[in-house]
T-cell receptor
Framework: GAVVSQHPSWVICKSGTSVKIECRSL??????MFWYRQFPKQSLMLMAT?????????EQGVEKDKFLINHASLTLSTLTVTSAHPEDSSFYIC??????????????FGPGTRLTVT | TQLLEQSPQFLSIQEGENLTVYCNSS?????LQWYRQEPGEGPVLLVT?????EVKKLKRLTFQFGDARKDSSLHITAAQPGDTGLYLCAGLNTGTASKLTFGTGTRLQVTL
């Protein structure tokens, strides 16, 4: 149980375009989802926390107008990188925590999405 | 801002050797987790330690949480090539909406 998927697993886009990444909890209801960014050979940095049905809370230094997060249902959150630039190229990872038999403190991580902006 | 510093940053050892990875902070955490991440994949949870002084074993891996719940260590006995990966500690405070603060990471390479 507690499987989280991400789509796409990798994406290449041109500078100035927008790209959407989906994060789905496949077998549980995720009351909270987290979005992380990981640059090569570095650790995970939390970008934002989203609760179903409410606005995301962004970490300091993360532009909320650039990284749009939607958590419209208990099984789906999306991250849209708007007007992407090469410096946005990174590995984006989501995680989900929920209820109904799963620990609300434990985060279940997706496999990540590699974004390359050319 | 809570910071978790891991040491060493990079470790290259031969199969059969032992190693210890350290995770240190000036902040207290309600619990601490260790993850292993392989290239191009999400991190996979290895263990959660909750009580100060707690020791947990997972086969050849031994995890310890410091008495003051500010630091932790991961010891691997008789390392194998399959242990290769990025090891991340992450601190959790339940008062912050279950947000994890990840450590700086330790990249381990085990060669034959």
């Amino acid at each position: 149980g507690a499987v989280v998927s991400q789509h796409p697993s990798w994406v290449i886009c041109k500078s100035g375009t927008s790209v959407k990444i989906e994060c789905r909890s496949l077998d549980f209801q995720a009351t909270t989802m987290f979005w992380y960014r990981q640059f090569p050979k570095q650790s995970l940095m939390l970008m934002a926390t989203s609760n179903e049905g409410s606005k995301a809370t962004y970490e300091q230094g993360v532009e909320k107008d650039k990284f749009l997060i939607n958590h419209a249902s208990l099984t789906l959150s999306t991250l849209t990188v708007t007007s992407a630039h090469p410096e946005d190229s990174s590995f984006y990872i989501c995680s989900a925590s929920g209820s109904a038999g799963f620990s609300s403190d434990e985060q279940y991580f997706g496999p990540g999405t590699r974004l390359t902006v050319t | 801002t809570q910071l978790l510093e891991q040491s060493p940053q990079f470790l290259s050892i031969q199969e059969g050797e032992n190693l210890t990875v350290y995770c240190n902070s000036s902040s207290v955490f309600s619990s601490l987790q260790w993850y292993r991440q392989e290239p191009g994949e999400g991190p996979v949870l290895l263990v959660t330690v909750v009580t100060g002084g707690e020791v947990k074993k997972l086969k050849r891996l031994t995890f310890q949480f410091g008495d003051a719940r500010k630091d932790s260590s991961l010891h691997i006995t008789a390392a194998q090539p399959g242990d290769t990966g990025l090891y991340l500690c992450a601190g959790l405070n339940t008062g912050t909406a279950s947000k994890l603060t990840f450590g700086t990471g330790t990249r381990l390479q085990v060669t034959l």
